[in-house]
C-alpha cells in the first residue's frame, strides 16, 4: 500500500481514537459521579448496596467494549506504522479497499473473517 493511502487511513484512525476516548470521557463522567456517590460511607453504613452493583456491572461492560475498540484502532495504527496495515493477519492477502474503506480497523479478509467468526462465536466481531 502506498504512503498517502496509509496516511489517510493513519488519519482517520486517529479521529476515531480521538473520539471514542472524547466519548468514553464523556459517559465515564457521569457513571464515575454516580457509582462514587453511591459509594458515599453513609450509604455503606446504611448496607444499600443495590444501586452501586448496577453502576458497577454497567460500567465494567463498557469498559470491555471500548477497551477492545480502541485496542482495535491501536493495533490498526501499528500496522501502518510497521507497513503491514491492509494485509490480512491470518493469510496475508490484501484487504479489499473497500472494506479498509468502511472498516479501518479490519485485520482480515472477509474469507478469514468469516472463518474467525465461525471458529470463535463468542470474539467481537470486526470493527
Ligand atoms: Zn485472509
Given at each position: 500500500?502506498?504512503?498517502?493511502?496509509?496516511?489517510?487511513?493513519?488519519?482517520?484512525?486517529?479521529?476515531?481514537?480521538?473520539?471514542?476516548?472524547a466519548?468514553?470521557?464523556?459517559?465515564?463522567?457521569?457513571?464515575?459521579?454516580?457509582?462514587?456517590?453511591?459509594?458515599?460511607?453513609?450509604?455503606?453504613?446504611?448496607?444499600?448496596?443495590s444501586?452501586?452493583?448496577?453502576?458497577?456491572?454497567?460500567?465494567?461492560?463498557?469498559?470491555?467494549?471500548?477497551?477492545?475498540?480502541?485496542?482495535?484502532?491501536?493495533e490498526?495504527?501499528?500496522?501502518?506504522?510497521?507497513?503491514?496495515?491492509?494485509?490480512?493477519?491470518?493469510?496475508?492477502?490484501?484487504?479489499?479497499?473497500?472494506?479498509?474503506?468502511?472498516?479501518?480497523?479490519?485485520?482480515?479478509?472477509?474469507?478469514?473473517?468469516?472463518?474467525?467468526?465461525?471458529?470463535?462465536?463468542?470474539?467481537?466481531?470486526?470493527?
Amino acid at each position: 500500500m502506498s504512503q498517502p493511502i496509509s496516511d489517510t487511513y493513519a488519519q482517520q484512525l486517529q479521529q476515531m481514537r480521538a473520539d471514542l476516548i472524547a466519548q468514553i470521557r464523556a459517559q465515564r463522567g457521569g457513571k464515575i459521579g454516580r457509582a462514587e456517590s453511591a459509594l458515599d460511607p453513609h450509604d455503606i453504613q446504611s448496607g444499600d448496596w443495590s444501586q452501586v452493583d448496577g453502576e458497577r456491572d454497567l460500567a465494567q461492560a463498557l469498559d470491555e467494549r471500548e477497551t477492545a475498540a480502541l485496542r482495535a484502532i491501536d493495533e490498526a495504527l501499528q500496522r501502518i506504522a510497521n507497513g503491514t496495515f491492509g494485509l490480512c493477519t491470518d493469510c496475508g492477502a490484501e484487504i479489499p479497499t473497500a472494506r479498509l474503506h468502511a472498516a479501518p480497523t479490519a485485520q482480515r479478509c472477509i474469507g478469514c473473517q468469516t472463518r474467525y467468526e465461525r471458529d470463535h462465536p463468542g470474539a467481537t466481531p470486526s470493527l
